[in-house]
């Protein structure tokens, strides 16, 4: 049964960091595509950074490039977001989401197979 378990949210101050991390169980996900997503209250899922299972090449939002960073340890089958300078607007449940097969970056929710349960992200003005 593949899971994925993201761990690392919390409260954090405008202006502060942190780190989310997101640990595959059930199979590997080294050559897939590998993204985050984000859902505040009353709005749509979006994506916030994915990278590309044939290059390894990230892609980001818009509102998150320059301060989100994201890396992925393949012997612990692991991915992290790194999240600097966070704004209240950051403020959203987040979500780790692997594709079933090869291929570049995707940014739809519907281009992957297999979600976390989310880890919520607080940043208080």
């Known amino acids: 049964q593949v899971q994925l378990v993201e761990s690392g949210g919390g409260l954090v101050q405008a202006g502060g960091s942190m780190t989310l991390s997101c640990s595959f169980s059930g199979r590997t996900f080294n050559g897939n595509p590998v993204g985050w997503f984000r859902q505040a209250p009353g709005k749509q899922r979006e994506f916030v950074a994915g990278?590309?299972?044939?290059?390894?090449?990230?892609s980001y939002a818009d509102s998150v490039k320059g301060r989100f960073t994201f890396s992925r340890d393949n012997i612990k089958n692991t991915v992290y977001l790194q999240i600097n300078s966070q704004k209240p607007e950051d403020t959203a449940v987040y979500y780790c989401?692997?594709?079933?097969?090869?291929?570049?970056?995707?940014?739809?929710?519907?281009?992957?197979?297999?979600w976390g349960q989310g880890t919520q992200v607080t940043v208080s003005s």
């Open positions: 990278i590309s299972g044939l290059s390894y090449a990230t």
């Open positions: 989401t692997a594709a079933r097969y090869n291929s570049g970056v995707r940014r739809r929710p519907s281009e992957y197979d297999y």
